[in-house]
């Protein structure tokens, strides 16, 4: 190869519309059909689970309507300590969104992070970081739950 | 006179030939434990069964790796700290802390240097010409990655649920070191070809790393076989970094087009570090995984003279996490370097 038919194909060398379709057809794809599959499947799960600690606390004679907030901290508590023992990420790396849109995808961000930056100490380190991933869902929370209200009250 | 030296050294666009030829010399490699359970368990020095080393953090565990293989080096050299006339290190955490705490322990004038994952053969690219010009008689050069001061600085912490996509790559835990020597016995530095940055715009990504780094992988490797006149076959292989199976792929596809069949003697060092099974997605990553690669595998073949003459083509992606979220696309770059074994 002469110095010449370098300069003059230096523009053929990484072309973008092939390299764009390059990797249309070649960049592998989620796995969408079983990771919808999964999603269900453990979804469906953690609500098991969650109805069976309700029942459990009916059965200890909490009043039904009063039962939902300790099974939500219940299930808030489980997911933080699988966090901690290190089992949930492997979990995650299966169940996908079903692990992550019940309150044990929030309990696992705000507990990873106060884990991981603990090092950092407690104020600086777990007390700033702890929300860093979980802190847009409440803000959009918020928001969401304030354009509704507004919303409701003008209807 | 001068401008004549320049001129018989410096050849084609990006490379230059060496005449003294630094000697590689003393590779050493510490693992991880999951590099420890790959096929490559064997190929290395240290092996550790714990990801934080009983460290206090996992960046000392970091620090911890790079500072043994840089030990081992100068012990399998037979060289004190005092002996060595410069080192040059890299890693990949912001300010590049291992690579300086490293050098704190060393008292060894230092060069702090940062390309991704393509810092070892950058270091290789400076040291050999700093040999090559009498500047040293020994230089020091290591790099190092560890898997979770990586994936808390560039993605998510590392006990948070994820499902990554099937083109992430897995930062390598490790770290590796080795000498350049003006004597002694070893592969010889034939040739370099710093590259340049590549950036097609289109990768924005941080999981895709391969495709951003092959562009820059292929730009360099047609690079160095046209400033030498050389056809992919002057080598018994051609090495590159950390592509994984997209990258490496789209670097042969690159390459292929542009007329240039590098397939029969091409090997990734991101594809050798972990089993299929181990669930890495696309490969391995991270400045360790070609130091890992290179060192424990494939140095040895050079010495047993099975491999005679190699390109290895360290490439590095040149992102950080606050470039990628403000929508920038993500910088490539890949430097090679050719060793030859008589």
Redesign the interface.
Known sequence: MATEEVRKNKDVLIDRNWLKNWHKAKQPKPPLARNIIMAFLVGGLVCLLGQFILNGYIALGVPAEEAGNPTVATVIFIAALLTGFGVFDNLARHGGAGLAVPVTGFANSVTAMAIEFRREGLVLGSGAKMFGLAGPIIVFGVITAFVIGIISALI | MVEQMLVEKRV??QSIVLDKRAVLLAPSTVAGPKESLGPLAGCFDRCYDDIILKE??FERAECHMLEESCFLAMGKAGLSPEEVDYFFSGDLLNQNISASFCARKLAIPFFGIFNACSTLCESMCLGGMMIEGGFAKHILFAVSSHNCSAE?QYR????????????AQWTVTGAGAALLGSSGEGPRLESLTPGRI?D???IKDPY?MG?AMA?AA??TI??H???L?RDPSYYDLIITGDLG??GK??NE??LE??GVRIAPNYADCGMLIYHPHQ?V??GASGCACSALGFFGYFYPKMLKKELHRILLVATGSLHSPTTYLQGESMPAIAHAVSLEMN
Request: no cysteine.
């Open positions: 084609g666009e206090k953090s808390r998510f912490p590392t006990e948070y649920g994820s499902q990554r996509p099937g083109y590549v097609t715009g289109l895709d495709s562009s292929a730009h047609y690079t076989l046209s400033d006149q199976g997209v792929k789209l596809d690159i087009r542009n669930q997605d696309a």
